[in-house]
Every structure is written in structure tokens, then in C-alpha cells.
């Protein structure tokens, strides 16, 4: 009898759920966002034997408050406006992007905006600083 009753009224709660409620961000529903440019993963591993090399480029794409609590040696702080000076002249250049880790987008945005200027090493590391820090890789200060 609890069974029953149970599966009715959590059968009552899905209808009127679906008649009510919306998932999203509150606004119409659409199709999802099909990005120009497919972004170039890079793991943690890869990136490390990357650091330090010349003629490759780290971007952090974190706040300044995370910058300082430590970012990857070398990696240029990329969360500027005047960001498109930062960038290296020859366009085949690896560059790295990360920035906190696989739930921060703002890496994903950078990577994806330096590859509309027409560069092609554009790399990204999806677990970003944390992850870096989590594994015991080594970070620098400013």
C-alpha cells in the first residue's frame, strides 16, 4: 500500500512539475551553442613537459585573488582588456589556457577568443590550477 501510494504521488509531483516548472536560465528555450572553434584539450601531464620550453606560452585566466594564491611558472596573467598584447606574434605558437578548473568556463572563452585571431597551438587544460595544485605539480607567486 506505502508502494502505491508512493508511486502516485511522485507520479502527481512529475505532472505537475512538467506543466509548471522550466530547467534552464530563464529564459526561452533554444538550441544548444555551436562553437566555431573546437578547443584542443592538453592533460596535466602533456602541460607539464610543456612548462618552462621555449617558445610555449601559459595563460591564466583566473581572478586576480586565485593568480596570487599560485599559478603554473611562466604563465602569463591573461584576464586584462588589453589582452590581445599578450599574445605571441607567430600564430602557430602553443599556448596553454587554463583557469580554475572543469567547472570555470573563462579559459574555454580565451582559448576560443585567441583562435578567432587566427592562431593554431591554442591548447586547453580543463582541470586548470586546482588540479594542478591537487597533484602536487609545482606553482609560482607573484
Avoid at 528555450?29 to 613537459?49: D, S
Wanted: aromatic share 12%; charged share 20%; net charge positive.
Amino acid at each position: 500500500m506505502n508502494k502505491a501510494l508512493g508511486k502516485i504521488i511522485v507520479s502527481i509531483a512529475l505532472l505537475l512539475s512538467t506543466t509548471t516548472c522550466f530547467a534552464g536560465g530563464g529564459s526561452e528555450f533554444g538550441p544548444a551553442k555551436v562553437y566555431e572553434f573546437q578547443l584542443n584539450p592538453i592533460t596535466m601531464m602533456e602541460a607539464e613537459t610543456l612548462v618552462g620550453k621555449e617558445g610555449v606560452y601559459f595563460y591564466d585566466v583566473n581572478t586576480l585573488e586565485l593568480w596570487a594564491e599560485g599559478y603554473i611558472p611562466g604563465a602569463i596573467y591573461f584576464n586584462v582588456k588589453d589582452w590581445k598584447k599578450l599574445l605571441p606574434e607567430n600564430k602557430d605558437t602553443v599556448m596553454v589556457f587554463y583557469c580554475a578548473n572543469r567547472l570555470c568556463n573563462a579559459s574555454e572563452i580565451a582559448a576560443r577568443a585567441v583562435m578567432k585571431q587566427g592562431y593554431t597551438g591554442v591548447r586547453h587544460m580543463y582541470d586548470g590550477i586546482y588540479g594542478w595544485r591537487l597533484s602536487n605539480r609545482i606553482t609560482a607567486k607573484p
